[in-house]
């Protein structure tokens, strides 16, 4: 097991600048999940932390430790890519005990090694196997055996469960928490899905466009997100927004208004905040409920039925965006009524003219 930081990591491609200045710390053991959209930088922070993509500018230090120029195998990490890349004519044990044949260890060794990842993994039947005669979460499995074997400081995991289906998808996903209970080791995981960051990190790293934009715990950000990226980022699915002014502030929130919008008290830290401000109001889908009178009137115009839980999508007026609702799976809603959202001020956040939060000063438990 290991620490990591990052002081200061840039990465430029001639004149793009693609990570733009990180700072992290990561501490022994814990799990932290990089997340953010297709091509902000994830993946090439995740590289630089193994040594495959060279660093701009800035210092990786493992266990405090300056690792920029050391090689990608003298680093003790062991990273797990999105493609299984198995030896295909090599049997399940061989691709798994390659890597350790390399390094010099005794066959002894090697047995003993294999066949511990093999158990933890669940795999010991498939040992004979070559990877061609495997599923794809079989695959994955033992990608991650290679890993495991090699018994390293830091694991990278480089959107490993892209590839499987969505059942597929859910009961790895549990392995991989399994996996880091029992061997308590320092994992780093990106990906794409924040669904899949929610249920498997200690700690989220929330990506855009080679930015940090807030580091937290799952639940923190859910309920405390700094900024307008995060907020419609964390969650599912997407916070709804809509534009309403400032019509009073006091030490106990802001009390906004707007087109449609009934007037709510937000209770946010309301510093900085002036009447007639234009702000953003965020409010969740799970916390919308349906009524006739005093909320917000929309036009439904898909009922999505999931069987635990409804998903209604709405407009309102001419606006194109849609507003969503989670909702009791029975709730009887149909496309074409009129309805009205309703949700509390204390459900709300509430976003700057720059996108920034103000503080909540409630949040659930």
């Known amino acids: 097991m290991a620490s990591l930081t990052m002081r200061d990591v840039r990465k430029s491609f001639g004149r793009v600048d693609i990570i733009k200045g990180v700072d992290m710390d990561i501490a022994d053991g814990e799990f932290v ?5 297709s091509g902000c930088g994830k993946s090439t922070l995740l590289r630089m932390v193994a040594g495959l993509e060279e660093i701009t500018s800035g210092e990786i230090l493992i266990d405090d430790v300056v690792c920029n120029d050391i090689a990608p195998k003298d680093r003790g990490i062991a990273m797990v890519f999105q493609s299984y890349a198995l030896y295909p004519h090599k049997s399940v044990y061989a691709n798994m005990a390659f890597a350790l044949e390399i390094a010099g260890f005794s066959k002894a060794e ?3 090694k294999v066949a511990k990842a093999a158990k933890i993994l669940h795999i010991e ?3 004979d196997r070559k990877p061609g005669q495997l599923s794809g979460g079989q695959r994955q499995r033992v990608a991650i055996g290679r890993a495991i074997v090699r018994e390293p400081k830091i694991f990278l995991f480089d959107e490993p469960l892209s590839n499987l289906d969505a ?3 859910v009961s790895t996903r549990a392995e991989i928490a399994k996996l880091h209970e029992d061997l308590g080791s320092t994992m780093i995981y990106v990906t794409h899905d924040q669904v899949e960051a929610m249920t498997l ?4 790293v929330v990506l855009e466009a080679g930015n ?3 580091v937290g715990a799952p639940l923190e950000l ?3 997100p700094q900024n307008l990226f995060v907020a419609g980022f964390i969650g599912s699915p997407k916070m709804n927004f809509l534009k309403v002014k400032a019509s009073a502030v006091d030490a106990e929130g802001i009390t906004v208004t707007g087109d449609g919008v009934p007037t709510l008290k937000v209770a946010v830290n309301s510093t900085g905040a002036v009447v007639g401000e234009e702000l953003t109001l965020g409010i969740r889908p799970e916390h919308i409920k349906l009524g006739t009178d005093g909320g917000l009137p929309v036009t439904v115009t898909f009922v999505e039925r999931l069987g635990h839980q409804t998903i209604v999508q709405a407009h309102r007026g001419d606006d194109e965006t849609p507003l969503l609702a989670v909702l009791d799976g ?3 809603v149909k496309a074409g009524e009129q309805r009205q959202f309703l949700f509390s001020g204390d459900d709300c956040h509430l976003f700057n003219t720059d996108g920034n939060a103000y503080a909540r000063g409630f949040v659930p438990e």
């Open 212 to 214: 940090v934009r807030q």
């Open 222 to 224: 859910y309920h405390r």
């Open 330 to 332: 029975d709730v009887p």
């Open 33 to 37: 999940v990089f997340v953010g959209p």
């Open 167 to 169: 059942a597929l998808r």
């Open 110 to 112: 090697i047995a003993e």
């Open 125 to 127: 039947h498939l040992l």
């Open 201 to 204: 990190a200690d700690k989220i």
